[in-house]
């Protein structure tokens, strides 16, 4: 069974996602194009490897407008990697696509159209999480994946923005009535690694807040 809320989590261990060297030249490029005629309010882009759709890539505070378009950088260890992709609108519609395939280097786009996005949303619990930045540099590139996952996905900063220290960025994760626990990695202007675990308990609420602070730092390359 794939991406069930309840479905029990296989953790990772910590180390071997920080074994993951980061090098921005080794990113590729997803753009989503909205000519569906509606907001797009979230955007899941879960690896297909893992029991979760794990974070909305948009962010708490954004939407997708009609017209608009937005690229995501992603990170993966291999040449190629599978997708699944689900958007909402504010209209209660659902877009879905399984196994989409990325290829290292290619810049690839998905399309949202009024004929795509024909089914009903899935009625999700959804938990905030906001990161904060306490690492006193400015973060290029924020990942939150599912533990259970050995690629990180997408950049939840997307092409254009950053997060200068002592900012926040709110995240909306679905969760289901078991804790789930995700790896997050930031990196700053000198590629350097930040890396913790973060658990999402609905035994605790809707709101949770994690800071990335000096403590979580790692050199480049999981040193």
């Known amino acids: 069974m794939r991406k069930t809320l309840l479905a029990a989590i296989l953790l990772a261990v ?5 074994a993951f060297a980061f090098n921005p030249d080794e990113l590729s490029t ?25 974070p909305d890539i948009i ?3 954004y939407v997708l407008k009609d017209g608009g378009s937005i690229g995501y950088y992603v990170h ?3 040449e190629a990697t599978t997708f699944d992709v689900m958007a909402t609108d504010d209209k209660g519609n659902k877009f879905e696509m399984r196994d989409f395939k990325v290829i290292a280097g290619k810049e690839q786009t998905i399309t949202l159209t009024r004929k795509s996005l024909n089914r009903t949303a899935p009625d999700f ?10 690492t006193g540099h400015e973060l290029q590139y924020l990942f939150i994946s599912p533990a259970d996952s050995e690629t990180w996905g997408a950049d939840l900063l997307d092409e254009e923005r950053t ?9 909306v994760i679905p969760m289901g009535t078991d804790k789930v626990q995700y790896n997050l990695m930031a990196t700053d202007e000198n590629d350097d690694e930040y890396i913790f675990n973060v658990t999402i308990n609905p035994a605790k609420g809707k709101e949770f807040t994690v800071a990335i602070d000096a403590s979580d730092l790692q050199q480049s ?3």
């Open 14 to 18: 910590l180390s071997a996602a920080a």
């Open 30 to 54: 997803i753009t989503f194009q909205n000519s569906t005629g509606t907001k797009i309010q979230m955007i899941f882009l879960s690896p297909a490897d893992s029991e979760y759709w794990g």
């Open 59 to 61: 962010g708490a505070d």
């Open 76 to 78: 993966f260890p291999h």
């Open 125 to 134: 619990t959804l938990a905030t999480l906001a990161v904060e930045n306490d």
């Open 163 to 171: 997060l200068a220290d002592g900012d926040s960025h709110s995240i």
């Open 221 to 223: 390359g999981g040193e």
